[in-house]
Nanobody
Framework: QEQLVESGGGLAQAGGSLRLLCAASKRTSGSYAMGWFRQAPGKEREFVASISRYGRSTYYADSVKGRFTISRDNAKNTVYLQMNSLKPEDTAVYYC?????????????????WGQGTQVTVSS
């Protein structure tokens, strides 16, 4: 059972920044593509960003492209989501995910492992 624990969520003003962290179990590092999803109240969960096993490739939803950056440090078993130029519509619970599929497929397939989520609230 893979363990993923998110942190770094909180309250930010529109135009501000937050950085999310996802701490993974040791064997997750380098073994799985990883990514971030989010779910706003009353909406379906949606893909945000993903990164390949060794960080060579990254993918983003159009809604966050140019504002969010995903990265990973396998030595620290951690995946990051740097969120800049935040908008009120970015308000959601953000989930870290890991999977054996390719990072490119995260937008269309459900990864196998999930964290508990961290709340991000952006005020206008």
């Amino acid at each position: 059972q893979e363990q993923l624990v998110e942190s770094g969520g909180g309250l930010a003003q529109a135009g501000g920044s937050l950085r999310l962290l996802c701490a993974a179990s040791k064997r997750t590092s380098g073994s799985y593509a990883m990514g971030w999803f989010r779910q706003a109240p009353g909406k379906e969960r949606e893909f945000v960003a993903s990164i390949s096993r060794y960080g060579r490739s990254t993918y983003y939803a159009d809604s966050v492209k140019g504002r969010f950056t995903i990265s990973r440090d396998n030595a620290k078993n951690t995946v990051y989501l740097q969120m800049n130029s935040l908008k009120p519509e970015d308000t959601a619970v953000y989930y870290c995910a890991a999977g054996t599929t390719t990072a490119q497929s995260f937008s269309s397939m459900t990864p196998g492992y999930w964290g508990q989520g961290t709340q991000v609230t952006v005020s206008s």
